[in-house]
């Protein structure tokens, strides 16, 4: 992965594993992260650098000049060359290293403060790359009914209607994967690993649901979809 890569694919880890918001995109080059009709951060895909407008009302311009200190030059600079309109103040962010981005994470939570609620760890059954198994919709332990209310999202997020698939796990003969071992199953034994939990990289991208929705993109997926659709399939970003 290049950088702007790796930016893209924190950016959506930081935005799902730390919020509830519906993700809005234009179809072109931008993304909305939404809750209701608020937006809480807009970013532009540029082709040498993502863009994130956060926009600070009052209430975050005061408590920003509060931890003031915790920003290097860089933010200073667009902080105070924003201009101000009725609405608040508009910051646009050219980001292009993780460092820039660790900042812009820490203006986000001034602008929002963090709203997912993790899933309880109690019960929970994972595969060897971290996955959720016990909340995936193919898990043999998973209801009838909690199915239903996951497929209706998973129609969304995925595009695809069958979710006949019935699996027991990562580790039992049965797993889907288990002719065609998928990208963290391939790699941990090159690297002498059991699994995926004992690497120094993990959580790394292949052991994600690492495709194209595991970046900045400009589709439109809701809350839901993101919480029953991409979460149980993305190590760690459920629990605290
Ligand atoms: S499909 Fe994957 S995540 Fe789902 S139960 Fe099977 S191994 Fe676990
Ligand atoms: S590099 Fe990634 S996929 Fe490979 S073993 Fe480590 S965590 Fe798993």
């Known amino acids: 992965m290049n950088t702007l890569d790796k930016i893209s694919h924190e950016t959506m880890v930081f935005m799902r594993g730390k919020y509830k918001l519906d993700e809005i995109g234009d179809g072109k080059d ?9 937006t809480i951060l807009t970013i532009y895909i540029r082709e040498d650098r993502f863009t994130f407008l956060i926009i600070y009302g ?9 931890q003031k200190e915790n920003f290097s030059q860089y933010i200073y600079d667009y902080y105070d060359n924003a201009k101000t309109y009725h609405d608040g103040k508009w910051m646009f962010i050219d980001v292009t290293t993780m460092e820039q981005l660790e900042e812009v994470k820490k203006l986000i939570q001034i602008k929002k403060r963090p709203n997912r609620k993790p899933f ?4 929970a059954i994972y595969s060897q790359c971290g996955q959720r198994c016990d909340l995936c ?26 979710w006949s ?24 034994p090159t690297k002498g690993l059991k699994e995926c939990k004992e690497c120094v990289e993990f959580p790394c991208i292949r052991a994600t649901s690492a495709d194209y929705r595991s970046m900045i993109h400009t589709e439109v997926h809701y809350a839901d979809e993101i919480t029953w659709g991409m979460l149980p399939y993305v190590p760690w970003q459920y629990e605290l």
């Open 137 to 162: 919709v193919h898990y043999v332990g998973t209801t009838e009914e909690q199915r239903a209310m996951m497929i209706e999202h998973l129609d969304k997020m995925w595009g695809n209607s069958d």
């Open 165 to 188: 698939m019935r699996c027991e796990g990562c580790y039992s003969m049965n797993c889907y994967c288990k002719d065609d071992p998928c990208n963290a199953k391939g790699c941990a």
């Open 30 to 38: 931008e993304l909305k992260f939404k809750q209701g009709s608020k």
């Open 120 to 123: 309880p760890k109690e019960g």
């Open 58 to 66: 009052k209430k975050e311009r005061e408590c920003y000049e509060l």
